[in-house]
């Protein structure tokens, strides 16, 4: 589930698409409120970024960073759902449906897990998958700014388009190995789970569905992980053919 939400995974949101055909981009206003909502968010994201580098070095050591930089990435990792409502109403020619499932994954670990088992806020798998977004994110949203302005260093292309290939599979294993480390409070403390009998006759283990949902990861990770390899041969190339054709 959340697997889809780690390490520059997400899908291109339209905008900013590097392919040969281009398509018609978002008007004059809508294309406004992107460039300030991209911006806002990369800033988000940098000030996370400055509040890791900042704890870790007041305290010298790299455990239990997550309390540093919390208030930050809930607000800014929810904030991500805002990208749901540019494809629904059509400001991002992207997939509803593909967005909402990638940036609710992460919301999901942010609060369904992380915030509701207060026990994994202190393993170092957290800290895994936070660093990951966060590089993850500031190159994402970077991305997504300069593409909307006509203006994108090469380089940055190259970080949306190549760092995935460490950062993917780092967040990946930080987001599975909190869920494990959460599996025993969840099963002790009975956390959102509903036992029969009830008025509704409905049932519901939060401790299986956590389960289930690591196990998503096996068909999902390799398909997206595949799908950004391919989309890098194709974008890097193509750049490399405008180059050489200039």
Same mark, same amino acid.
């Given at each position: 589930m959340? %697997? ?7 899908a ?5 698409s ?5 398509r018609k981009?978002p008007?004059?206003l809508?294309? %406004? ?13 940098l000030?996370?970024? &400055? ?8 305290k ?9 930089? $919390?208030?930050?990435?809930?607000? !800014?990792?929810?904030g991500?759902?805002? $990208?749901?409502?540019?494809? %629904? ?5 992207s997939?509803? &449906?593909?967005?909402a499932f990638? &940036?609710m994954?992460?919301?999901?670990? *942010?609060?369904a897990?992380?915030?509701s088992?207060?026990e994994?806020?202190s ?9 990951a977004?966060t590089? *993850?994110e ?8 300069f593409?909307?302005?006509n ?7 190259? %970080?949306?388009?190549?760092?995935f ?16 480390a959460?599996?025993? !409070?969840?099963?002790q ?5 509903i036992?029969l ?6 049932s519901?283990d ?14 999902i990770?390799?398909?997206?992980y595949?799908h ?12 490399? $053919? ?5």
């Amino acid at each position: 589930m959340a %697997a889809s939400g780690s390490g520059g995974s997400r899908a291109d949101n339209g905008y900013g698409s590097q392919q040969p055909r281009r398509r018609k981009g978002p008007g004059a206003l809508a294309t %406004a409120y992107l460039v300030i909502y991209n911006v806002v968010m990369t800033a988000g994201w940098l000030v996370i970024a &400055v509040g890791l580098v900042r704890a870790y070095l007041a305290k010298g050591s790299y455990h239990s960073l997550y309390y540093s930089i $919390e208030k930050p990435l809930k607000f !800014f990792q929810t904030g991500a759902l805002l $990208e749901i409502l540019h494809c %629904a109403f059509g400001i991002v020619p992207s997939s509803v &449906v593909l967005t909402a499932f990638q &940036v609710m994954s992460r919301v999901f670990l *942010t609060w369904a897990v992380t915030h509701s088992v207060k026990e994994v806020q202190s393993e170092d798998s957290v800290l895994l998958f936070v660093v990951a977004w966060t590089i *993850t994110e500031i190159i994402r949203y970077s991305f997504y700014t300069f593409s909307l302005l006509n203006h994108l260093p090469y380089l940055i292309k190259w %970080a949306r388009y190549t760092l995935f290939i460490v950062l993917y599979p780092m967040g990946v294993s930080g987001e599975l190995l909190t869920i494990y480390a959460a599996l025993p !409070f969840v099963r002790q403390s009975g956390l959102y789970s509903i036992s029969l009998p009830n008025k509704y006759n409905f049932s519901f283990d939060y401790y299986t569905f956590l389960i289930l949902v690591m196990i998503s990861y096996i068909p999902i990770f390799p398909q997206l992980y595949f799908h950004m390899l391919h989309q890098r041969r194709k974008v890097l190339s193509h750049t490399e $053919e405008h180059k050489k054709s200039e």
